[in-house]
């Protein structure tokens, strides 16, 4: 079974930046498309970004959109989050997943087991 480890979170004040990543334990990111999740206590978990397996297609969530990027490096198995212009909103658990295509809708659907996320917090 594939695991993911999510690392990079930390506290930053608003207007910050972090760049957030992901290492699996095996090389699946040249075949499965993958994608940021975030959750906060209370909330349902939330798509973030996307990143086909190819590299060539992203999609990011309305709230995000102009300040993240995501990235993908297969040879060393990790997908990349760079958050800029972090907004106390962001406050989160931010976790990544295999997705279910490359594309919208199924670049928001997550399968797999998810890691144990790693917290990002962003003070105002």
């Known amino acids: 079974q594939v695991q993911l480890v999510e690392s990079g979170g930390g506290l930053v004040q608003a207007g910050g930046s972090l760049r957030l990543s992901c290492i699996a334990s095996?090389?699946?990111?040249?075949?499965?498309?993958m994608s940021w999740f975030r959750q906060v206590p209370g909330k349902e978990r939330e798509f973030v970004a996307g990143?086909?397996?190819?590299?060539?297609?992203?999609q990011y969530a309305d709230s995000v959109k102009g300040r993240f990027i995501i990235s993908k490096d297969a040879a060393v198995n990790t997908v990349y989050l760079q958050m800029n212009s972090l907004k106390p909103e962001d406050t989160a658990v931010y976790y990544c997943?295999?997705?279910?295509?490359?594309?919208?809708?199924?670049?928001?659907?997550?399968?797999?087991?998810w890691g144990q996320g790693t917290q990002v917090t962003v003070s105002s």
């Open positions: 990143i086909s397996w190819s590299g060539i297609n992203t």
């Open positions: 997943n295999r997705v279910m295509g490359s594309h919208d809708p199924e670049l928001r659907k997550p399968y797999g087991s």
């Open positions: 095996e090389h699946i990111f040249s075949s499965y498309s």
